[in-house]
């Protein structure tokens, strides 16, 4: 059992993880216009709390994550809300490619990009698998001093949003356009020490 495995137990009743999931969804609502022609592909999607907010307003989401606990979690909670719009795939994109190259209309993640070592591959597979024209939104922490996370963790210490948006300039995405959606609290017992930024960045390929 990985981290995210055990984590998935309690995951939705964080109202800090829910209310996080709704602020970025209102942020894709805001610089995408989402309709029921659009097919949606979540990598990273946990338990689901970001296409919960998003899956009335789109025909169909493919969701992907490589925890069997989070996707445990998340198809109880389809089955549990009769949502026939939604379907889960077990896969880490940083070993394998999906099978449904450019079927995508919108590809969303939401605190994943940060934890994948080789940014440039996994932000060229979804420029790949996205339609033209399509939408990639990532959600991720803004550049942060390596205490999010603390000694030990193998990821990036955020990002910085010029250095990510040139990175998807090259890539061959357009239109790209950023802001800060929420502050993440870190908390030492019941008292909050620190906020970590977290933005929403969105980009077409056209």
Same mark, same amino acid.
């Given at each position: 059992?990985?981290?995210f495995?055990w984590?998935?137990? &309690?995951?939705?009743?964080?109202?800090?993880?829910v209310?996080?999931?709704?602020?970025?969804?209102?942020?894709?609502?805001?610089?995408?216009?989402?309709?029921?022609?659009?097919?949606?592909?979540?990598?990273?999607?946990?338990?689901?709390?970001?296409?919960?907010?998003?899956f009335?307003?789109?025909k169909?989401?493919?969701?992907?994550?490589?925890?069997?606990?989070?996707l *445990?979690?998340?198809?109880?909670?389809?089955? *549990?809300?009769?949502?026939?719009?939604?379907?889960?795939?077990?896969?880490?994109?940083?070993?394998?490619?999906?099978?449904?190259?450019?079927?995508?209309?919108?590809?969303?993640?939401?605190?994943?990009?940060?934890h994948?070592?080789?940014?440039?591959?996994?932000?060229?597979?979804?420029?790949?698998?996205?339609?033209?024209?399509?939408y990639?939104?990532?959600?991720?922490?803004?550049r942060?001093?390596?205490?999010f996370?603390?000694?030990?963790?193998?990821?990036h210490?955020g990002?910085?949003?010029?250095?990510?948006s040139?990175?998807?300039e090259?890539?061959?995405?357009m239109?790209?356009?950023?802001?800060i959606?929420?502050?993440?609290?870190? &908390?030492?017992?019941?008292?909050?020490?620190?906020?970590?930024?977290?933005?929403?960045?969105?980009?077409?390929?056209?």
């Amino acid at each position: 059992m990985n981290e995210f495995d055990w984590k998935a137990l &309690k995951w939705d009743n964080d109202p800090m993880t829910v209310e996080r999931a709704k602020r970025v969804a209102d942020v894709i609502e805001k610089y995408v216009s989402l309709s029921k022609d659009m097919n949606a592909y979540e990598y990273g999607c946990g338990t689901g709390l970001l296409s919960f907010n998003l899956f009335p307003y789109l025909k169909s989401i493919r969701l992907a994550d490589s925890s069997e606990g989070m996707l *445990k979690a998340l198809e109880e909670k389809i089955k *549990k809300n009769n949502i026939d719009n939604m379907t889960i795939e077990k896969i880490d994109l940083t070993v394998e490619s999906p099978s449904n190259l450019e079927t995508h209309d919108i590809i969303y993640t939401l605190m994943t990009l940060h934890h994948i070592p080789d940014t440039d591959a996994i932000l060229k597979l979804f420029y790949k698998i996205l339609k033209k024209p399509g939408y990639l939104c990532i959600a991720d922490l803004d550049r942060e001093d390596g205490s999010f996370h603390g000694e030990g963790f193998i990821g990036h210490n955020g990002f910085d949003r010029e250095d990510l948006s040139k990175k998807l300039e090259s890539i061959g995405f357009m239109n790209i356009k950023s802001e800060i959606c929420f502050q993440i609290p870190k &908390k030492h017992g019941d008292t909050v020490v620190k906020f970590y930024p977290l933005f929403v960045m969105v980009a077409q390929k056209l």
